[in-house]
T-cell receptor, first 117, second 113 residues
Framework: AQKITQTQPGMFVQEKEAVTLDCTYD???????LFWYKQPSSGEMIFLIY??????QNATEGRYSLNFQKARKSANLVISASQLGDSAMYFC??????????????FGKGTSLLVTP | GAGVSQSPRYKVAKRGQDVALRCDPI?????LFWYQQALGQGPEFLTY????????KSGLPSDRFFAERPEGSVSTLKIQRTQQEDSAVYLC???????????FGPGTRLTVT
């Protein structure tokens, strides 16, 4: 079963506007972590933000914030004041606490974001 | 500072050939991961090393795939008798033990013809 679901294959946003990228997850482990990575066309995966399952507050990193709704098992990424350079693929990923794989990440299929002038 | 590097960046192999993909993690990083990313998909876990020990290889798709990290730094992913379905981008990531985020390399794009 898919552990990370990203239902938006593609999104458009106008420059300077905010955009929300959706992510839902499935786990029975009480200890887990949620990540967002950005993958530009050059291919490298760039870490954006992390939210732990026990964190009381939503994570923020500059223009990125994570809207963590534990009961709904959702971890949406909010990008404020979009810039043209934000155009990329965005991946949501989860690490489960009881994994014996040293915390390997389970990734969703990604959302392609295009920022227009 | 230097990030994770991978070589070659691009590799074209004829079906049946063996290939070796190299990953140089960030110096001092204990954890090293290999992922396979098919076109239009998210990365999928292949294997994990803690220093030189391969602690999990549950994601390796077949016994044609083999990974090693003999001295706990550089790692090599070897694919024997390549098949067309092996065409993908192979990503390497490393992480220091005390941090949770993984730092990814640029990947090796493997095309099997």
């Amino acid at each position: 079963a898919q552990k990370i679901t990203q239902t938006q294959p593609g999104m458009f946003v106008q420059e300077k506007e905010a955009v929300t990228l959706d992510c839902t997850y499935d786990t029975s482990d009480p200890s887990y972590g949620l990540f967002w990575y950005k993958q530009p066309s050059s291919g490298e995966m760039i870490f954006l933000i992390y939210q732990g399952s026990y964190d009381q507050q939503n994570a923020t990193e500059g223009r990125y914030s994570l809207n963590f709704q534990k009961a709904r098992k959702s971890a949406n990424l909010v990008i404020s004041a979009s810039q043209l350079g934000d155009s990329a693929m965005y991946f949501c990923a989860m690490r489960e606490g009881n994994s014996n794989s040293g915390y390997a990440l389970n990734f969703g299929k990604g959302t392609s974001l295009l920022v227009t002038p | 500072g230097a990030g994770v590097s991978q070589s070659p960046r691009y590799k074209v192999a004829k079906r049946g050939q063996d290939v070796a993909l190299r990953c140089d993690p960030i110096s001092g990083h204990v954890s090293l991961f290999w992922y396979q990313q098919a076109l239009g998909q998210g990365p999928e876990f292949l294997t994990y090393f803690q220093n030189e020990a391969q602690l999990d290889k549950s994601g390796l798709p077949s016994d044609r795939f083999f990974a090693e990290r003999p001295e706990g730094s550089v790692s090599t992913l070897k694919i024997q008798r390549t098949q067309q379905e092996d065409s993908a981008v192979y990503l390497c990531a490393s992480s220091p033990w005390e941090r949770i985020e993984q730092y990814f390399g640029p990947g090796t794009r493997l095309t099997v013809t």
